[in-house]
């Protein structure tokens, strides 16, 4: 087993892994039209239009009970004003990942939706309670990104990541904490790196950073907390699987920085536990 030295060194090799599903072209030219100062959501939906799958699941989530519109949506483009382009980002890369390496880590993609959902459920309440203004959108993208980094470990260093989800099965160590032993580097890590590079905004990609690590964050400390605690309900309510046996106790620093108590924390899961039968969407 090899331990990685340089950032540059894992770079390379990620980089020069083929076992990484690309991008499908569709979402560089969806980012390149959202790039594009007079985009327009008409030229958005054409472009979806030519992936069915694609906008079949999209469709999907917006019409979910989860988002709760009245009406049902019919249409893509009314389907991407409403969620906004970074969900539409976030959906196409994780739906990408996910049904391309499902074999990988069978759950993660139930434990990353349920996650998101919760992510954008805890950000919504936060908001009610203070005067707070948490993008939940934002919140969603970053639940469903959030362990991105464990396809990457998984698709890059193959037998490592045996070790890794081995090791994780018998002791009562932190998964991340386990992947720094083997590799010098975690998958939190990793998914921010992949993020940033996809050009999504900074208040995703440095809550996927600090999503084990609250403390650390300086900026967007608040959506890493949510992030934190979205993550430890998806896994105390045993939903999906990414690889954890072993629950942590509860973030202290989470429920400080989200300033919310017990009793706030039971109402949040009396609330998203419905969300659990709509985990379908990348069936
Ligand atoms: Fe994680
Ligand atoms: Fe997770």
Not at 1 to 18: G, H, P, Q, S
Not at 245 to 269: G, M
């Amino acid at each position: 087993m090899k331990k990685i030295d340089t950032l540059d060194e894992l770079i390379a090799t990620v980089k020069k892994t083929d076992n990484i599903p690309t991008l499908p072209k569709v979402l560089s030219k969806i980012s390149k039209e959202i790039d594009n100062d007079n985009f327009s959501i008409k030229n958005i939906g054409e472009l979806m239009s030519h992936d069915v799958s694609l906008s079949a699941r999209i469709l999907r989530i917006v019409n979910s009970p989860f988002y709760g519109f009245p009406q049902r949506i019919y249409s893509i483009n009314h389907a991407i004003m409403l969620l906004g382009f970074n969900v539409l980002k976030s959906i196409i890369i994780s739906t990408t990942v996910f049904t391309a390496m499902k074999k990988t880590m069978a759950g993660l993609s139930e434990h990353s939706l349920f996650c998101a959902f919760t992510a954008k459920h805890i950000a919504a309440s936060i908001n009610a309670k203070k005067i707070n203004n948490i993008d939940s959108d934002n919140m969603f993208s970053a639940g469903l990104l959030h362990d991105i980094g464990k396809i990457i470990i998984a698709a890059t260093f193959k037998e490592d990541f045996k070790k890794i989800i081995e090791i994780a099965d018998k002791s009562e160590k932190p998964l991340a904490d386990i992947e720094y032993d083997i590799l010098n580097i975690s998958h939190d890590y990793l998914g921010y790196m992949l993020i940033k590079e996809w050009n999504l905004p900074s208040s995703i990609y440095l809550p996927i950073k600090y999503h084990h690590n609250v403390n650390l964050a300086d900026d967007f400390k608040i959506e890493s907390a949510i992030l934190n605690l979205a993550n430890f309900l998806t896994l105390a309510l045993g939903i999906g699987f990414s690889g954890v046996t072993y629950l942590e106790k509860i973030n202290r620093d989470t429920l400080k920085i989200l300033d919310i108590d017990i009793y706030f924390i039971k109402s949040i899961i009396e609330e998203i536990y419905s969300y659990k039968d709509e985990l379908y969407i990348f069936d």
